[in-house]
């Protein structure tokens, strides 16, 4: 198993478009996470789920944003309509378990760029 | 809400000697964890060291140790014997309850003079 992998690692789009995330976890990892990373900033939290079951939503994660978890296999994360501000890195983490202090293994990130 | 800062945004270290992060945070909550993750630039980040609040003991990983105050919720790091692959970001984080989700600081900048 090579770790978290994440696709593609980086997108420009033009505002309004709808762009698509894939996150692949690790493949025992019932948990999976999604997390926002804007310039000199620490990572945010925007949902998780655990096995294919979306459990918690962020307010950051409006309207335009989507997630999935098909099977509870891969994730992945759509933005519609985007917009300048939506640039970031998209990060996604996965862990293994129940409960608080289990250690999240994260992906390479993608880099969004909206212009 | 839960919060941490980290309000050195950079740090910088002679190779070989030994630097200390600082990290605060605020909860109400009794149980929780606290985590140090370092990101390198341009890869993925990975973790450091963890710290369970309910353990007095501090944690320890090698070259990398923790100063946990549960009383004052100061959380620090310190890397002894620093090498040029610690040069990243680090990040404090937090986390309880059942989902797992982490709230992280910042971050600060630290570099390594060869």
């Known amino acids: 198993d090579t770790g978290v992998s994440q696709d593609p690692r980086h997108k420009i789009t033009k505002r309004g478009q709808n762009v698509t995330f894939r996150c692949d976890p690790i493949s025992e990892h019932n948990r999976l996470y999604w997390y926002r990373q804007t310039l000199g900033q620490g990572p945010e939290f925007l949902t998780y789920?655990?096995?294919?079951?979306?459990?918690?939503k962020s307010r950051l994660l409006s309207d335009r944003f989507s997630a999935e978890r098909p099977k509870g296999s891969f994730s992945t994360l759509e933005i519609q309509r985007t917009e300048q501000g939506d640039s970031a890195m998209y990060l996604c983490a996965s862990s293994l378990g129940t409960g608080p202090g289990q250690q999240a293994f994260f992906g390479q990130g993608t880099r969004l760029t909206v212009v | 809400a839960q919060t941490v800062t980290q309000s050195q945004p950079e740090m910088s270290v002679q190779e070989a000697e030994t630097v200390t992060l600082s990290c605060t945070y605020d909860t109400s909550e009794s149980d929780y964890y606290l985590f140090w993750y370092k990101q390198p630039p341009s890869r993925q980040m990975i973790l450091v060291i963890r710290q369970e609040a309910y353990k007095q003991q501090n944690a320890t990983e090698n070259r990398f140790s923790v100063n946990f105050q549960k009383a004052a919720k100061s959380f620090s790091l310190k890397i002894s014997d620093s090498q040029l692959g610690d040069a990243a970001m680090y990040f404090c984080a937090y986390n309880t309850g059942a989902n797992s989700k982490l709230t992280f600081g910042k971050g600060i900048t630290l570099s390594v003079r060869p």
């Open positions: 789920f655990q096995n294919e079951a979306q459990l918690e």
